[in-house]
């Protein structure tokens, strides 16, 4: 696992406090929206489909720490729209640093290279940039040429500055799995710190809604894409447990409630990707009030029978991994035992980057 290990100990101390207290429902990450508005258009995203009036919405710096101090998860993970379109984001994840929160600052990377004076390096702050693929597949499906080399570029400038980067990807229909593979192997050439991966999901409001995989074009599209991955020096951010679930090798129910989101319009029920239950004014008003049992593949919610987002099964694999001391220590075997880029390159000298100065 790619996270810091700051991060780990917290995460690992949070988890562990809640199932000894036995706490039926609690957030992992906090999925932090200050504003639905971007500066691109993607085929598979529904946010910048909103109207006018809701897209100028900005969620102020005293909202955003608010709620993470509300929900009490130790990560926080600002997404949008474009986070760093809003006037205050520095200060948003300044404050957020500051009350001990762990930050994921997801960007498409456009206006990146340029806001990188605005943040200084820490281990409690993570730059997630959106890559879907090589240059290729990413700029068809952000639906504007260039922009894998800005994104690029941008990485490059924030590696250089001593950031902790990773990516963010999603596939789609029609994504070649070799394809994919070889992206990776270009992630860890570029020296990013961790790779994110979910099959995307099918927003109400996407443009294009034949982008979307089903369960079972899900399961054969990660089988071929991330065959012997644990060998291959590619670290990705999920619990292994979840990519097994991605390959079919486990299989979970949704915990909409893992990831909870705060965004222009309140706490959105019930989960990340869809809103059928309107917003809570509090995130106390979101656990208390949303009818859980509604949601989830074992409920057959029409909305959920495809989906198998890190959204809702990342938390399902976690819970899991913490469900017994057979569960934990698999687990903890599984991140010995993966090869990760610092042990690949142990093995392959003539990889190691040169030295500076």
């Known amino acids: 696992m790619p996270s810091p290990l700051p991060l780990q100990l917290a995460v690992f101390r949070?988890?562990?406090g809640h199932k000894i207290r036995r706490t039926p429902r609690f957030p992992l990450v906090l999925m932090l929206e200050p504003l639905f508005a971007c500066n691109l258009e993607c085929a598979g995203c529904g946010k910048v489909?909103?109207?006018?009036?809701?897209?100028?919405?900005?969620?102020?710096?005293?909202?955003?720490?608010?709620?993470?101090e509300e929900c009490g998860a130790p990560v926080v993970s600002i997404a949008g729209g474009?986070?760093?379109?809003?006037?205050?984001?520095?200060?948003?994840?300044?404050?957020?640093?500051?009350?001990?929160?762990?930050?994921?600052?997801?960007?498409n990377a456009l206006l990146l290279e340029r806001s990188l004076h605005r943040f200084k390096p820490s281990s409690h702050l993570i730059l997630s940039v959106h890559l879907d693929g090589r240059e290729s597949v990413h700029d068809k499906?952000?639906?504007?040429?260039?922009?894998?080399?800005t994104a690029v570029s941008a990485i490059k400038a924030a590696k250089a500055r001593g950031f902790r980067v990773?990516?963010?990807?999603?596939?789609f229909q029609g994504q070649d799995p070799e394809e994919f593979r070889r992206?990776?192997?270009e992630l860890a050439a570029l020296g990013t710190d961790g790779i994110m991966i979910a099959p995307g999901f099918a927003y109400g409001k996407a443009k294009d809604k034949g982008l979307f995989l089903r369960v079972e074009e899900t399961k054969a599209w990660f089988q071929k894409a991330l065959k012997d991955w644990r060998k291959m020096g590619w670290d990705f951010n999920h619990s292994p447990f979840y990519l097994d679930f991605l390959e079919g090798k486990r299989d979970y129910d949704c915990t909409p409630w893992g990831l909870p989101l705060r965004n222009v319009l309140g706490w959105q029920r019930p989960c990340y990707l869809f809103e059928e239950g309107g917003y809570a004014k509090t995130y106390q008003e979101l656990l208390d009030s949303t009818p859980w049992e509604k949601y989830g593949r074992a409920a057959k919610h029409p909305a959920c029978a495809h989906c198998m987002s890190h959204v809702g099964f990342e938390p399902s694999s976690v819970v899991d991994a913490f469900s017994s001391p057979r569960k934990f220590l698999e687990l903890v075997w599984d991140f010995a035992t993966i090869r990760g880029p610092r042990k690949a390159?142990?093995?392959?000298?003539?990889?190691?980057?040169?030295?500076k100065g």
Not at 82 to 107: A, M, S, Y
Not at 141 to 149: A, D, L, P, S
């Open 14 to 16: 949070y988890v562990l």
């Open 49 to 68: 489909q909103h109207p006018p009036e809701i897209l100028n919405k900005r969620l102020s710096p005293e909202e955003c720490w608010k709620a993470a």
């Open 82 to 107: 474009e986070p760093l379109i809003h006037p205050q984001i520095d200060d948003i994840v300044n404050g957020l640093i500051k009350r001990g929160k762990f930050v994921f600052l997801c960007t």
């Open 141 to 149: 499906i952000v639906c504007r040429e260039g922009v894998h080399r």
């Open 166 to 171: 990773m990516t963010n990807s999603t596939i």
């Open 183 to 185: 992206f990776c192997a």
């Open 345 to 355: 390159q142990a093995a392959h000298p003539a990889r190691q980057p040169e030295p």
